[in-house]
């Protein structure tokens, strides 16, 4: 099992920057894919960049390619995102996820067993 919190999360205006955190608890974090989803009031939990266990494969949605970056560091227990030219559509509550390794990246909500509490993004125009 795993334990993930999120931080990082805050106000920011349009074309901004935000560097989200998401540290899990274990001794196991390396055997995890992860991923990034996120819930806007009203709407449904979407995703947003998965990584495998080892960092060598990555996955965005398509509202967030080309701006976001998914990545890694194993040592640390921690994922990260890091959302550059942030739009006022971003703003949303951001979850980690976690899933045991397999081939493939998983895009869909219901393909991750942990999640953590989430932390806001606001992005104001």
């Known amino acids: 099992q795993v334990r993930l919190v999120e931080s990082g999360g805050g106000l920011v205006q349009a074309g901004g920057s935000l560097r989200l955190s998401c540290a899990a608890s274990g001794r196991t974090f390396s055997r995890y894919d992860m991923g990034w989803f996120r819930q806007a009031p009203g709407k449904e939990r979407e995703f947003v960049a998965a990584?495998?266990?080892?960092?060598?494969?990555?996955d965005y949605g398509d509202s967030v390619k080309d701006r976001f970056t998914i990545s890694r560091q194993n040592a640390k227990n921690t994922i990260y995102l890091q959302m550059n030219s942030l739009k006022p559509e971003d703003t949303a509550v951001y979850y980690c996820?976690?899933?045991?390794?397999?081939?493939?990246?998983?895009?869909?909500?219901?393909?991750?067993?942990?999640w953590g509490q989430g932390t806001q993004v606001t992005v104001s125009s």
């Open positions: 996820a976690a899933e045991l390794f397999k081939p493939g990246l998983r895009v869909g909500v219901d393909e991750y067993d942990y």
């Open positions: 990584v495998t266990w080892n960092g060598g494969s990555t």
